[in-house]
Structure formats: C-alpha cells, structure tokens
RNA sequence: GGAGCGUUGGUCAAGGGGUUAAGACGCCUCCCUUUCACGGAGGAAUCACGGGUUCGAUUCCCGUACGCUCUACCA
C-alpha cells in the first residue's frame, strides 16, 4: 500500500491582484489538504518575465494571509522542495527538456515570431480560423524534424534562438480521469505541439507544471476549468518523463462566471457592475490603477471563504453558514460541481451580515474601527456597546460608520421632513420642557429617560408615537437605528439635550 | 471553424425512474418592533428542446440547441 503524503499545490503567476477564482482554487486546495493531513504548498509560477508586476507575489501572501490559508510550504514559508519560485529552478527544466528531445518526445523549432505569424496567415482559412503548429503543419516548419541533422547542430551551436516544442503522437487516446468530471479523453491529433523551452531557456507552464509536481511529490493536482484542454499535454509529458503511475490525480474546477450573461467573471465586470473581484485592494504599479477588494468593502475573512466555498460546492445538507474547520471536516470533491456558477453579490453580502451577527465583536472591532479613522471619526469606549447594538443592521464592516457615527458625533445631516409635515406648537412646547426636565435628571437612565419621557407626553396629551420619531431625528438624523432611549443614554445628557435644542432651533 | 466541458426558479442549489421537485439569496405580503434592521409566517417563480428505453422520465440513452473554456515562445 503507497502511503504517500497528500500534498497540493496552487500556484499563481504574480501579475496582478488575486481574483475570486484563485482564492477558490486555493480554498480548496487547503481543505482538501487539511481534511487528508496532507500538505498545501505555494508555488510562484514567474516563468513569464514579460508578465512580471512587483509586489504582486507580496499581495498572494498577504490574501492568503488574510483568509487563513497560509501555506506549509511557499517562497515565504521555505519548505523541503525549494525555491517554490520556478525563475530560480530555472536550470533544471532544460535538462527535462533535452531529454524529451533525446527521447523522440520533442524537438527543437528554429521558427521566428514572424515565421510564425506567416505560417499562421497562410494556412489560415474558414473552415480553420486558427492553424495549429501540430503533425500536419511542422513539416513545414523549421525544425529538427525537417532540417538535416547537421543543419540543427551547427544552428544549436552557433547559439541560434530556438524552443523546444512537444511532438504530439499523430494517433492516440488520450485518457484520465478527473476527480470531478470523470473520465475525459482527447485525440492527439487535435492538440498542437506546444512549446515545453522558450527561447530564453525559461519553461512554459506546461513543462514547469509536470516537472515541478514531480519534483514536490504533488499527489493532487486542482486548477480552473480553462485547463482542461492542456490537460492532454500533460498528461503526455507525464509518460515520458515520470511514469504515469505517479501523476498526480486531476481536478478541473468549475469557473465562476459574471452574474450576467455568461463567461469569466473578470475584473472589468466587477468594475463595470460596483462589487469587488479582487480579495484585497490591489494598485497596479505600472498605472497605478486601483482596485477594491472584498476586505477593504468590508468584508469578513470568515465571510468570504464561506461564500467562496459555497460556489460550485454544498454538502448536500442545506447548511450554508460553515467556519474554515466546519469546511475542512465536510469538503468532499465528489460534491464539487461540475458546471460554473455565476456569482452574486447579493448573497455575498448576505453570508457577511451572518458573519458580522454570529461573530463577536471584538473579532472585528478593530477593522470596524479603520473605516471610523478613515472617515475621521473619533470614537470612546462605548465603541464595543455601541457595535453590539447595531451589528444587526450592518451588512459589510463599512455600514457601522453610518449606522453608529452619531453615537460619537452629532448627526452630520438631520432629516427634518421626517418630522415637519406633523410639527406643530404643542410639540415645540413639549421638547421645550423636556429640555428642562432632562437638565434636572439625576439618573441618566434608558427606564428613566422613558419614564419622564411618557409621563410629560400624558401631561401634554400627546400620544408618546407622535413624540419619538422627532426624538428620533433630533439624535441620530433619521429614520433608523437601535432604540432611541438607548442612545439618550448612550451619548449622555448633555449631547441629548444639546441635539435636541438644536433640532428645534431648525425646526421653527 | 475545431476540440473539450457544461445546462434544475432571476441567482446559489438538493434530489435522481413514481416527490406537492428541498433549502438559501433576492423580490412581494403579513406579524413583531411607537424607527430602521434582526427575527417569525406566508407568496410568486424552475427540471433547455426533440426523440427513444420504460407502465411511468426532471432523473437513463441518443441527438439538437444554447453557453463556456481552450485553440500564444501567457498562465
């Protein structure tokens, strides 16, 4: 019996901030790591030197970070296999490569950018919009196939550019089986000879990915859908070089598509339709374009891993609400789905106003308080009482500021049509002697405040409804928020009394 | 164009030969609350289409349609 480590890996190319569908890649990745013991592992996929964004590697950990899913081994967190960063294996994968070459597996392509291009404008036609480098078409090409053997070795050493690309079998099945999608079989004939070597000796995705899971001993391999139709290569690759008997198993996830129409969810529809794609705020250096994330809207870590959890995946219970260790001890791929799932804000929102309610306070206090720091608010140690009053009413982080800034300052704007179509002397007289009376109040109490509060109004003949949505107004500007007794008492009698002159200064 | 993958209410989805086809979000109504929320009770709304197989298909099979992904010296 193998009793191989279960090891996985997500491995994220640093060209920009971490989308929804990479943190769902890496959440389960991590669950299906933690559910088997086994090991969740970073790796930087850097072989594009073109595609290179600084600080983009820093913001993978920082959101990994964020979301508790911190990897065991990773550039940062060092670990057994390293580098975990595949620019500084560089070396290794041209000697994998060579020896594809050396083995009839692949082969070396001389051909220019603009040989292609030409080869691709030649042959292109209606019927084949896009032509592929494959069997048919690299007896066309320059190459190791089709140059005489001198040719090729006085071309490598005169240090000619060159790549080396997969020699796809011209007739064979190519079969796995994907953990979520079953068994899944492709023909070689229609898959193109990729490239395994660029030109400047760095691998692409396709050769790294093999060598790299080989040289982790990865046992459980899971990325987007997108990849399905490279799997063949893959797959391939794996034959040579490794034995198929160690590949590791496959799991294509589904994508997570825009909530309208269809399609990726990308960036641009989260721009385009006001909700956050990316985990965290993300500036892109080179035009330092900015991008709000779920945790700077105001989103729970808590929150957000379980609304990503729940896209393409339930346990089949009904149950919604699940914490990080809940999702290690339910996660099962075989209830992964397998068709995409558009995503909605909506239901974002809502898993966060079921985290703000069922978490306590002081796991989110201090994040609740940057948004008042930011906004310039000042707040005092009735911060803690105040958030447990109106965490019912917020749905992000963000909403606090709105629904408590008047606890800590007087209301910015006062909505005084709420009140003035039903105002009338009898009310102004009646605040005029609750003034007077609040002023002579020893116990500054919620019972008490209530107490004197519907007494005078009986003296007045006034009906106590009539009365407290004016009070209302006068305290905290609107037409909202926890009992307004409560928050008399809370913001203490001087500013009570000082809110409620000032409310009457507007209002005759 | 080709290949692959997919398709249960507006969205997330359970179910899987016989069901009133769960549940959640959102929407609507009502209750609670002298506000707004929270909470509670209801409501509208669904098996892409066509053939089979079967006593019976949303479920199994085959087509079709539609959608998506890929089709780079990007991942």
Redesign the pocket.
């Known amino acids: 019996m193998s009793t191989n480590k279960v090891r996985v890996r997500f491995?994220?190319?640093p060209?920009g901030g971490l989308h929804l569908g990479g943190v769902r890649t890496v959440l389960f990745n991590y669950l299906f790591a933690k559910q088997n013991g086994g090991d969740f592992i970073l790796r930087i996929?850097?072989?594009?030197q073109?595609?290179f964004v600084p600080g983009a590697e820093e913001y993978i950990f920082n959101t990994l970070k964020w979301c508790g899913l911190e990897p065991d081994e990773s550039p940062l967190h060092g670990g057994p296999y390293a580098p975990y960063r595949?620019s500084e294996r560089k070396p290794m994968y041209r000697e994998y490569a060579e020896k594809l070459v050396q083995d009839g597996y692949a082969y070396y392509?001389?051909?220019?950018?603009e040989?292609?291009e030409e080869m691709?404008s030649t042959y292109k036609t209606?019927?084949?919009?896009?032509?592929?480098?494959n069997h048919v078409l690299r007896e066309k090409m320059r190459n190791s196939l089709t140059l005489s053997e001198d040719e090729v070795r006085r071309l490598l050493s005169e240090g000619a550019?060159?790549?080396i690309?997969i020699k796809l079998p011209m007739n064979e099945e190519v079969t796995f089986t994907?953990l979520?999608?079953?068994?899944?079989?492709?023909?070689t004939s229609?898959?193109?000879d990729?490239?395994l070597?660029?030109?400047?000796g760095?691998?692409?995705?396709?050769l790294?990915?093999v060598i790299d899971d080989y040289l982790m001993k990865i046992t459980h391999a899971f990325r987007?859908?997108?990849?399905?139709?490279?799997?063949p290569v893959h797959v391939l690759l794996w034959k040579y070089l490794f034995g198929l008997e160690n590949m590791p198993q496959w799991a294509?996830l589904?994508?997570i598509?825009k909530?309208d129409?269809?399609?990726?969810l990308?960036k641009r529809d989260g721009d385009r339709l006001g909700f956050p794609v990316f985990a965290m705020d993300w500036t892109d250096p080179r035009n330092n374009e900015q991008t709000t994330g779920f945790r700077e809207r105001g989103f729970l870590p808590e929150a957000f891993v379980n609304m990503l959890a729940?896209?393409?995946?339930?346990d089949?219970?009904?149950?919604?609400i699940f914490t990080l260790d809940e999702l290690v001890k339910s996660f099962s791929l075989s209830?992964v789905?397998?068709?995409?799932?558009?995503?909605?804000y909506?239901?974002?929102?809502?898993?966060n106003?079921?985290w703000i309610?069922r978490l306590p306070i002081a796991s989110y206090r201090d994040t609740v308080k940057t948004f008042f720091d930011a906004k310039g608010i000042v707040v005092d140690d009735k911060f803690d009482h105040v958030l447990e009053l109106?965490k019912?009413?917020?749905?992000l982080l963000s909403d606090f500021v709105a629904?408590a800034s008047f606890f800590f300052q007087n209301p910015v704007e006062i909505d005084i049509n709420a009140v003035k179509p039903k105002w009338d002397e009898k009310k102004q007289q009646f605040f005029a002697e609750l003034i007077r009376a609040f002023e002579l109040t020893p116990q500054w109490q919620h019972d008490d405040l209530e107490k004197e509060f519907?007494e005078m109004?009986a003296a007045h003949q006034i009906?106590?409804?009539?009365?407290?949505?004016p009070l209302?107004v006068m305290l905290?500007g609107?037409?909202?928020?926890?009992?307004?007794f409560?928050i008399a008492a809370l913001i203490g009698k001087e500013a009570t009394i000082a809110r409620i002159k000032h409310a009457l200064g507007l209002l005759s």
């Open positions: 491995a994220p190319s060209t996929e850097d072989t594009d073109t595609r595949q392509a001389f051909d220019t950018s040989e292609l691709r209606e019927a084949n919009p896009s032509p592929q480098y550019p060159h790549v690309r994907d979520i999608r079953g068994e899944v079989s492709f023909h229609q898959v193109d990729k490239v070597l660029k030109a400047d760095m691998p692409t995705y396709h790294a990915v987007g859908e997108e990849w399905l139709p490279s799997a294509h589904p994508l598509l909530p129409g269809n399609g990726k990308s729940m896209l393409g995946w339930n089949g219970s009904g149950q919604e209830r789905h397998k068709g995409g799932a558009k995503f909605d909506e239901k974002a929102k809502w898993f106003s079921e309610k109106v019912d009413r917020c749905t629904q519907k109004a009906k106590p409804g009539d009365l407290m949505m209302r905290v609107g037409k909202f928020g926890p009992g307004v409560d």
